[in-house]
């Protein structure tokens, strides 16, 4: 007999086990491996990173590697989190996941770019009633629970109308990052636990409260300011794995651990990359030039190796440590201890965000919902991919070279160009004058002169005008058109 499909609490409570600490939806982050690691050490509860529903949908491969291909009788309970637009396709999707979680969530708290371009997550906040369509669709299809994720409106009035109505539509659990969509990069600042707790007053479902997690004391203060049922970490998670048993280990313990769980359950090498800069973060800022080796490495046993050094190092570093230095009580806080990132914000943010019922430890925090590996600060995610593989490239726009322009076009010339023009430009010129550029490998005019000659002692050959009239082009073409760096 098919068993009933269970609401809210009743949700919350049976099936996810009454789970307080949760490991965030991560894109290339989250996975599978990370997964385990966080539960071992604390997680009661993980989600899978984004995945779109079209491509979800269509691609058979998408859903072997990001969830078929993942399974694990440890992982659960394991909700999976979709980003979508269209209530029909986002059924599809969930009803091909349904059978490898415990729960769907739609997210509604993506405030990139891309999200914005593909009309997803954050972007969807103010779309009330094409979110009441997916939702309800979802909930009367779905053999399992929906939840959301959302962020919050400025105003604590629309926010709660907000969680309302998604929770009217269907939603059986929700989470809050306590962040408006505006609140990201440099300006994340921290979360507003107000908002949260105003959520989960006006709500009749659990509420998991997100943002500015980083020690397990901030999930006992936020639950009793919030009065949330669980407790979300995105970024101290990541600098942290142990942060739900309230440990901060040596970075080496985490690491060989989960590299071990890597071998086991194997993803993209550039997520056991990401993970290592995360959790070695600290540590690289001493020792650059094992940055540069963990950036260039190529295989996992290489990361491993690096992985290897970094622990010798700091344990060398340990041994010498003279008796003055060792940290006397509390935390202690050497660079080889897991601990979270706080990354200062502009200063106007900070300044702003303390006089505006933001609270909570990490104040100035900057989320790394665009970034990917943790090591730059600015970079785009596709530069930070490029430095990744080209450590010593530099992206600052004032050391970039300055190319002289093209006469013409404004294009970059060529630096040997005799026209002062780009190679385009100039072949256009150069063909049309019949002359010569050796700086872009263009020689028409030596080829003319060449064809002339050997037309001169061919006395026997017909007239190439001739030719050409007869629709014989191939010695017209000789003449013409151009052959690049044919001398
Ligand atoms: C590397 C990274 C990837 C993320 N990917 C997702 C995602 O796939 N889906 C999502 O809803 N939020 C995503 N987020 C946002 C987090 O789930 C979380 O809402 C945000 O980081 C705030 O929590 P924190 O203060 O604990 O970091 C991501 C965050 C990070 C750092």
Redesign the pocket.
């Known amino acids: 007999m098919k068993m009933p499909k269970l609401k809210g609490f009743e949700f919350w409570r049976n099936t996810l086990r009454g789970a307080c600490y949760v490991v ?7 996975e599978l491996a990370w997964r385990l690691l966080s539960r071992r050490h604390g997680a009661q509860l993980c ?1 899978t ?2 995945l779109h529903a079209q491509v979800f949908v269509r691609d058979a491969n998408y859903r072997k590697e990001n969830l078929y291909c993942e399974v694990c009788p440890e992982d659960r309970p394991l909700i999976v ?1 979709f ?1 979508a637009n269209d209530p029909e396709v986002f059924v599809q999707a969930a009803l091909l996941a349904q059978d490898y979680c415990d729960a769907i ?1 739609l ?4 405030p990139q770019m891309i999200a914005k371009r593909g009309h997803y ?1 954050a972007c969807l906040q103010e779309e009330w009633d094409l979110l009441q369509r997916m939702i309800m669709l979802a909930n009367e299809k779905l053999s399992v629970p929906i939840t959301c ?1 959302i ?1 919050v409106f400025p105003e604590i009035a629309k926010t709660v109308k907000y969680a309302q109505l998604l929770e009217t539509a269907g939603c059986q659990l929700l ?1 809050v ?1 306590g ?1 408006t969509k505006e609140q990201k990069g440099p300006l ?1 600042g921290v ?1 507003s636990w107000e908002h949260i707790q105003a959520v989960r007053k006006a709500v009749n479902i659990p509420v998991f409260a ?5 020690y397990l004391s901030d999930v006992e203060r936020c639950i009793q300011k919030t009065g949330a049922h669980g407790v ?7 600098h942290n794995p142990a942060l739900f048993e309230g440990r901060n280990p040596v970075v080496w313990e985490m690491a060989e651990e989960y590299l071990e769980i890597v071998q086991k359950y194997p993803c993209p090498l550039s997520y056991v990359r ?1 993970h290592l800069f995360k959790l070695w973060h600290h540590t690289l800022q001493i020792h650059q030039q094992l940055r540069d080796e963990l950036a260039k490495v190529k295989t996992l046993e290489g990361l491993v190796a690096v992985n290897k050094e970094l622990k010798l190092h700091c344990q060398e570093e340990m041994a010498n440590l003279k008796e003055e230095d060792k940290p006397k009580g509390g935390l202690p806080f050497s660079h080889w201890i897991c601990q979270p990132y706080v990354r200062p914000g502009p200063k106007e943010t900070c300044k702003e965000n303390g006089t505006n019922g933001m609270e909570g430890s ?1 104040r100035g ?1 900057r ?3 665009d ?2 590996d ?1 090591n730059s600060d600015s970079l785009s995610k596709n530069k930070q991919k490029k430095k990744l593989r080209n450590p010593n490239k530099t992206f600052d726009p004032s050391l970039k070279p300055k190319y002289a322009k093209c006469d013409q076009c404004g294009n970059p010339k060529g630096n040997k160009c005799v026209f002062n023009l780009c190679r385009g430009c100039c072949k256009k010129r150069a063909f049309r004058e019949t002359a010569d550029c050796p700086g872009h490998g263009l020689l028409f005019k030596t080829k003319y002169e060449k064809s002339l000659l050997w037309k001169s002692n061919q006395s026997n050959l017909p007239d190439i005008e001739m030719i050409a009239q007869k629709g014989e082009m191939k010695e017209t073409r000789l003449l013409k058109e151009p052959i690049d760096g044919v001398a």
Request: hydrophobic fraction near 30%; charge should be negative.
């Open positions: 965030a939806p991560m894109v290339d982050q989250s989600y990173p984004m989190q980003c969530d997210n509604l708290g993506c997550g994720k962020r989470t990052h962040r994340a979360a997100n943002g500015n997690i980083q979300m970490s995105a970024e101290g998670n990541l990401a990490n925090k989320a790394l919902e970034e990917d943790g």
